[in-house]
């Protein structure tokens, strides 16, 4: 045989220039009837060559194999300068992630080179739970003698996962869109890619979308601007407000269609200290410009009476849509305690209207959340344990480029079990939502630059590669996902999985399972880190499933 072939779990991270390690353990695939389950095929040339081999794929359930080629991508920042050892390399170079269509049977095959294929089992309606085989032939391209062969088999339970509870936002920017397809914001073409975009996000298990009733105030210099991106239109006539909502309608009506199950608005203040107002765009008496920005202020003064027009306005259409109890606000990204009096004034300044909402933001400093500024924190995996230590309930959490240390995380040079491990922590510690800042931001820091995502892969040397999207643009308008797109989706089905055996069991006894071999009890800073403690305990949860099921029958 001249082509050598591994068998490989979806948390393996193929480099070409590194040979990866075939564990069997790590190869036995289950899975229940209504989740994707995803397992790699890495080849490379046993002697000195450089040919094309025709790749040929057979299984009895084909029709449900979707095979993609695993690609790498640059990266020149793979991490920060502080960092531990829970790393696959911190070198700069080419880093697999980008899952492509294959578009032929055929592949280059190089020795000392190494490659993955990336297969998913995709059952459907009519899909015979069972075990079954797929085998993957590699062929000579002009006599179709094998040149090697990798077999794999997955195992389908006939139960079905429970829907998901865990509410997840990966922040979708629209405009960033708009800026890389050179498009019209609002264009037929921009809804479009737009739909595209968010209904892939859905399939993956992102059920909130961050909406732009105005231009987000997010990852702007200050003094600088985004894109403007503005679904609610804002008429000036004699001093005062009209608005008219069709374009958020339509963005609405576009989320129910593809599956979106929550919302929440656009930050209503800046980031970092809610000091000034986000951009609005107006037609002032006919005539149309920027009403609010860096200038004004973020209270007391006309950005308060505005919204004092808008957000009953706006809340009458919410309850119309009846979406209103699905629907969350934030005020400000990330204060810091040095911001509390401007945060405080800020949330006062629109109390009175979002009485009945929730009011959520992205907070880590615990003594900050003690003065009742932010009653919904999203707390950063790395100071979330100050919270939970202190009883807080219902809580989020998020991560970014600055949880680089201890805690999960989804970066270009960091193993994927470091992505999966999440869901073990989100079981145990009840967290209610999810929330991340980029699922397509394709801007440099501080949005002064639009970048190409498939040569520019951490917005300018600002953010470790991997930090600021999940996804990458394909030519034709639609996502192009990526290695850890489908690792996130794995975790989401992980702990529907965790969630269901718990309703059979209980809590406690899915953490006994969980904890069971361990030397000491699961944290966020704490946590296995090898890919067959995920393996295994996810294969241990569906077969308990299966007799706890039977038992009860």
């Avoid at 606000?329 to 009945?356: M, N, T, W």
């Avoid at 805690?407 to 193993?415: A, C, G, I, K, L």
Wanted: net charge negative; proline share 5%; hydrophobic share 40%.
């Amino acid at each position: 045989m001249k082509v050598i072939t591994k068998v490989l779990s979806s948390l393996v991270k193929v480099f070409p220039d590194e040979e990866p390690v075939y564990i069997p353990e790590n190869t036995l695939f289950t899975a229940m009837k209504n989740e994707t389950i995803s397992f790699q095929i890495a080849y490379s040339a046993k002697a000195v060559m450089q040919e094309h081999v025709e790749i040929s794929i057979k299984s009895p359930i084909l029709r449900n194999l979707r095979i993609r080629e695993v690609l790498c991508v640059p990266c020149s920042l793979p991490a920060y300068g502080e960092y531990d050892d829970h790393y696959l390399r911190l070198a700069l170079g080419l880093y697999p992630d980008l899952l492509r269509e294959r578009d032929n049977r055929s592949a280059a095959i190089v020795s000392k080179e190494w490659k993955s294929l990336w297969i998913d089992v995709e059952p459907d309606d009519a899909f015979m739970p069972g075990t079954y085989s797929i085998e993957c032939i590699f062929l000579s391209c002009d006599t179709q003698e094998e040149w090697g062969c990798a077999k794999a088999s997955v195992t389908i339970f006939d139960v079905q996962l429970p829907g998901q509870t865990l509410i997840r936002t990966e922040w979708f920017h629209g405009d960033c869109l708009a800026d890389y397809y050179q498009v019209p914001v609002f264009s037929e073409e921009h809804w479009q890619i737009m739909e595209n975009f968010i209904g892939a996000a859905v399939k993956r298990g992102i059920n909130m979308i961050l909406t732009p009733a105005f231009t987000p105030p997010l990852d702007t210099a200050e003094g600088g601007e985004r894109t403007t991106i503005q679904l609610v239109e804002v008429a000036v006539k004699e001093g005062k407000y009209f608005f008219h909502f069709d374009k958020l309608k339509r963005w609405i009506d576009m989320c129910k269609k593809v599956g979106v199950l929550y919302y929440e608005m656009s930050h209503l203040f800046t980031q970092w200290g809610a000091k000034h107002a986000p951009k609005v765009m107006a037609a002032v008496d006919g005539t149309y410009r920027q009403i609010f920005g860096w200038d004004t202020p973020a209270t007391g003064g006309a950005y308060t009476d505005f919204l004092h027009a808008y957000l009953p306005a706006l809340i009458e259409k919410l309850k119309e849509w009846e979406i209103e109890k699905v629907t969350c606000f934030h005020i400000s990204d990330e204060p810091g305690f040095e911001h509390l009096k401007s945060y405080q004034a800020a949330k006062v300044s629109v109390r009175e209207y979002l009485k009945d909402f929730v009011v959520m933001d992205a907070l880590s400093d615990y003594e900050f959340y003690k003065t009742g500024a932010v009653t919904k924190p999203v707390c950063a995996t790395d100071h979330i344990q100050t919270f939970l230590d202190n009883g807080v309930q219902n809580m989020w959490s998020y991560y970014c480029s600055a949880q680089c240390r201890k805690v999960s995380n989804r970066f270009f040079s960091m193993p994927s079990v470091r992505n999966r491990i999440y869901a073990v922590q989100l079981f145990k510690y009840d967290i209610e939502g999810m929330l991340h800042w980029g699922y397509n931001f394709y801007n440099t820091q501080y949005s002064l630059n639009h970048i190409n995502p498939y040569k520019v892969t951490d917005s300018g040397n600002a953010f470790p590669g991997g930090d600021a999207f999940l996804v990458y643009p394909n030519a034709d308008g639609t996502p192009e996902e990526s290695i850890r797109m489908m690792v996130l989706e794995e975790a989401m089905y992980d702990l529907r999985a965790y969630q269901y055996l718990a309703a059979l069991t209980s809590k406690d006894y899915v953490i006994r399972l969980m904890e069971e071999y361990l030397p000491e009890p699961v944290t966020f800073e704490n946590y296995p880190k090898s890919d067959y403690y995920l393996i295994s305990l996810r294969n241990r949860v569906n077969n308990e499933i299966i007799k706890h099921i039977d038992q009860a029958e």
